[in-house]
């Protein structure tokens, strides 16, 4: 089957600091892999995404590269910011029958900044 | 503000009760999938529906269905509700159920509490 495995957290740092989040997965099938972020009291947010081998998402200074040899999506933000506490979420989406394209998530990082 | 659309905010109940939970698709979306977000099991995916009919389904509980309508709202009808039952439950609306990928776009969910 279809899983995810995400770094636990809680993650706690210094505003402008590096972060890496660690993301691999296991799929039957070629999956899309995504990042949803949720910020508190709110739903999830799709982040980025990447749809093949060595596409790399990007968006608000994070980045993740769609790594098939290592099965892995690794999320990362070169300075971090108060504004970017919340739960990280990697996910995977592969083609099932029906052509259903439901999400399967890893269990979330709290990632606290603090000033 | 995603569009989609997720009522009631909250929700308390006793056990062996029966709630609907309520989700309006952004306008023009055809997929409507249901979540879970409970502390032990995380985020699962829970069924699918695609312009009324059922497209997927991941891990729902026979105690539980939902419906999608003509004008394309979904319910989810939790029933004989157990202490267990207690979570977040996330409404995402997509534009199509296949081929490509298509972003899914969450609600802000409706938080049940068994008691």
């Known amino acids: 089957g279809n899983s995810v495995t995400q770094m636990e957290g809680p993650v706690t740092l210094s505003e402008e600091a590096f972060l890496t989040i660690n993301c691999t997965y296991t799929a039957t099938g070629y999956p899309s892999l995504f990042w949803y972020v949720q910020y508190p009291g709110e739903g999830l947010q799709l982040l980025l995404k990447a749809t093949k081998a060595d596409d790399k998402g990007s968006n608000k200074g994070f980045e993740a590269t769609y790594r098939k040899e290592t099965t892995s999506f690794h999320l990362e933000k070169g300075s971090v910011q108060v504004s970017d506490s919340a739960v990280y979420f990697c996910?995977?989406?592969?083609?099932?029958?029906?052509?259903?394209?439901?999400?399967?998530f890893g269990s979330g990082t709290q990632l606290t900044v603090l000033p | 503000d995603s569009g989609v659309t997720q009522t009631p905010k909250h929700l308390i109940t006793a056990t062996g009760q029966r709630v609907t939970l309520r989700c309006s698709p952004r306008s023009g979306d055809l997929s409507v999938y249901w979540y879970q977000q409970s502390l032990d099991q995380g985020l699962q995916f829970l069924i699918q529906?695609?312009?009324?009919?059922?497209?997927a389904k991941g891990n729902i509980l026979e105690r539980f269905s939902a419906q999608q309508f003509p004008d394309l709202h979904s319910e989810l009808n939790l029933s004989s509700l157990e202490l267990g039952d207690s979570a977040l439950y996330f409404c995402a609306s997509s534009v199509v159920g296949s081929g490509g990928y298509n972003e899914q776009f969450f609600g802000p969910g409706t938080r049940l509490t068994v008691l």
């Open positions: 996910a995977l989406s592969v083609t099932s029958s029906g052509s259903a394209r439901q999400l399967t």
């Open positions: 529906y695609y312009n009324g009919e059922e497209r």
